[in-house]
Nanobody, 127 residues
Framework: QVQLVESGGGLVQAGGSLRLSCAAS????????MGWFRQAPGKEREFVAA????????YYADSVKGRFTISRDNAKNTMYLQMNGLKPEDTAVYYC????????????????????WGQGTQVTVSS
């Protein structure tokens, strides 16, 4: 079984920063494609960012480009999301996801690409 556990969420003022972590365990390769999604109250879950084997292969939603940075430590089977310049509209539950079939970021924005999901961590940005 593969498990994904997110951590690092919390309450922060607008303009502040948070760093989310997603620790993966189980029978998986450390280089599979991974991604972050988020779901705000009353809204559908949306894509945030994705990473392939390394930081040389990343993709971001326009809404977070330039503010968020996705990275991974393959030795620790952990993915990160550094969030700077947070805005109230970034408030959501953040989920990490893993595609255990490929390193490719093809269709990275689609939930259907990923076959493992974490439970989510709440991020709240106050104005």
């Amino acid at each position: 079984q593969v498990q994904l556990v997110e951590s690092g969420g919390g309450l922060v003022q607008a303009g502040g920063s948070l760093r989310l972590s997603c620790a993966a365990s189980g029978r998986i390769s450390s280089t599979y494609a991974m991604g972050w999604f988020r779901q705000a109250p009353g809204k559908e879950r949306e894509f945030v960012a994705a990473i392939g084997r390394s930081e040389r292969n990343t993709y971001y939603a326009d809404s977070v480009k330039g503010r968020f940075t996705i990275s991974r430590d393959n030795a620790k089977n952990t993915m990160y999301l550094q969030m700077n310049g947070l805005k109230p509209e970034d408030t959501a539950v953040y989920y990490c996801a893993l595609d255990s079939t490929t390193q490719s970021l093809l269709l990275a924005t689609r939930e259907s690409k990923y076959n493992y999901w974490g439970q989510g961590t709440q991020v709240t940005v106050s104005s």
